[in-house]
């Protein structure tokens, strides 16, 4: 495995096949992260907004294309699509060439889909708060604009997958396990749910088929991308090498099996057959059981550097989002049983788990991937180490609130619905959560303007980035001899 | 294991498929040979509530529809109409269109669908009930600020729902619902536009078929005495007394 640990610090520019080549396109990199922080921005604001309802002190009531029901869509549409694809986007450009010493397909392509997709971006907030929305959870995107993602998905996913197929490494790194599945499955999840329950499959089926599609995009879009990226920015900034290869293979070939199989469960007890739900929940449990041994493995990697945590905020990202997800993950088997389901569904207890998988996970990696990669793409050190601890903290407290807060008036909720109360009194009892919920909001909110003027002050800063190492100028070798266990 | 052409073909389109045919196809095989009911024939069957609009606002009624009458072509018209306003301003984002089958008195000891929203005839939901075509996709929802919809039908009046959206707390004193003053003609809140109108048709809608499809097997059973602890304590002291006619034992003739 020694040339993967090699691989993982390639330079920008390398002279293969008798030729010198630019292997690392930096621009569409750092356009594409530029693009996400602009996008998270946007919809932290409108998720902001729409915790005002909760506590009926909406600001533009009454106006209609600022309605709640139209922001809340912008919310999750932004950050599936604006904020974390874009950033995965970004990411990729700089990790896939690496691990394959090939670039991709065309940087003037690259340029076409950044361009491209986030006009498609543009194009569904335009539609959502137009009122053209399109009924399939977190697939809200207008039916016209699904058309459009699947082409700018199609062209990302033939210029990344160039690269890998032109390369000649003998084995593929983990990460590209991730990213090759994820490849495949990023398109068949939308079409799947976007066209036939549209067109095709009303009703129950469909629902079925929604289902797929809900747990799909976050487990076989997001999920991949995101392991793809900490197996290798961890190894990165560790300098030490994945623990273990076998329990790689593990953790990648059990969430490939029983990830697709999850979707049901959200609607258990719903007219969907009872076979497909008791699968989803015994696949769902499984998955637990998978992320187990990924967890472990990062764990043992980290043996004896936990001390780098202290220095590198970038690592600090990384393993509190690992953290989160365990949360997440260890939660999710024990509220995926039907016995649970009969009172946490429908109650903020979902919408805290939502949180804290996509913001409390993913956003965080992605946010470690910025505080490691900001300096090294732009050339400028970072303006204030302190700023960056401000937004690390405060996205963290922030997430631990919201997270703690939903979940405990999400059980609240639940058993005043089952005691047979009035329906308000589930409302009246929600208040104080829904006020801390704001509160967490604003916390997030604050963190953002920190990483977001950082990023902003480093750039205009003159102060050059010292530690050059992955611009060109280190060494092929120096990575050399830092073998994995196989 | 780590090549390419490997992860792409098993784990990437081997696993996808197979999950696809256990978690989609199997469940769709269910409805094999079962039509899915049209428009046409959902417009056999239209609430009483949408002639009361076309009473109450004739002029609002004539200029979203095109004409004064109730007339099943309208009906479909409003009905679609209602079901894109409830899509675009994100309604099943707080309300869910499902009555799970979890109920204390129902054998499984906790939840609450059925006791708040189940009707006598009809419990929990069923799949024909979503067999048609205003489920291009379905409306389950997951989550619940507010009650359940599937089976509004007739549960409120068409005042009230008109109230409920010019500003939900005039009808709901703690709602947290935003109003949707867009929905009407003036500023005011008296007259509704065409939105306003489907929106209350489609509500009217929901549920209003609970009678006219066949009975379950659950309906099928012979009628037990009836026994007051199956139901919850609000509805058992309106129960009729022994001996009074069953006020559901009227049974209508199936259209389908």
Known sequence: MTQVATSLIRPVVVTSRGETRVLVDTTSCLLHFVAAVSWIGVGIVAGLLYSFVFIRLYPSEGVEWLSPGRVRMVHTNLMAYGFLTNAFIGMMHWVIPRLTGEPVLSHALSKVIFVAWNAIVAAIVYGLLSGQAQAIEWGETPFWADHLVVVGVGLAVVNFCWSIIRSREKAMYVTLWYFTAAFVWTPLVYVMGNYLPQLLVPGTGGAALVGLFIHDLVGLFVTPMGWGLMYFFVPVITRKPIYSHAISLVGFWGLAFFYPLNGVHHFLWSPIPMFAQYGAVISTIAVEIVVTTVVINFILTMRGEWGRLKESIALRWFMVGMTCYFITCLQCAFQTTLTMQKVIHFTDWVVGHSHLVMFGVFSFWIAGVIEHLWPKLTGRDWWSRRLNLWHFWLWTGGIALMFTDLTVIGVVQGLVWDSLRPWEESIRYSEIGWFLRMISGWMILVGFVCMALNMAMSLASRQDHSDREYVGQFPESAGAGAGGRA | ?256
């Open chain 2, 1 to 256: 294991m780590e090549r390419f052409n490997f992860i792409f073909v098993v784990a990437g389109i081997g696993f996808f498929a197979l999950a696809f045919v256990i978690m989609g196809a199997l469940p769709l095989a269910q409805y094999q040979g079962i039509d899915v009911v049209t428009m046409d024939k959902l417009a056999t069957n239209i609430p009483y509530q949408f002639g009361e609009l076309a009473r109450d606002y004739p002029d609002a009624f004539e200029k979203a529809f095109g004409t004064r009458e109730p007339t099943a072509e309208a009906f479909k018209d409003a009905l679609e109409t209602g079901r894109r306003a409830y899509i675009a301003e994100a309604c099943w984002h707080c309300h869910t269109q499902q009555i799970r089958r979890v109920d204390p008195n129902d054998g499984t000891e906790v939840g609450n669908d059925i006791s708040r929203w189940a009707s006598d005839t009809r419990l929990e939901s069923h799949a024909d009930e979503y067999h048609n075509a205003m489920n291009y996709p379905h409306l389950f929802g997951t989550r619940r600020v507010g009650p359940d919809l599937i089976r509004s039908s007739g549960r409120h009046s068409n005042d009230w729902h008109l109230a409920h959206f010019w500003n939900p707390r005039h009808t709901s004193p703690y709602s947290v619902m935003p109003p949707y003053p867009w929905f009407f003609e003036d500023g005011e809140g008296r007259i509704p536009n065409r939105k306003g109108l489907s929106l209350v048709t489609y509500m009217q809608w929901l549920g209003s078929w609970h009678t006219q499809f066949a009975p379950t097997k659950y309906e099928r059973l012979p009628r037990l005495p009836f026994d007051e602890s199956w139901y919850p304590p609000y509805v058992a002291e309106e129960a009729p007394a022994e001996g009074e006619a069953d006020p559901y034992g009227a049974e209508e003739e199936d259209p389908y």
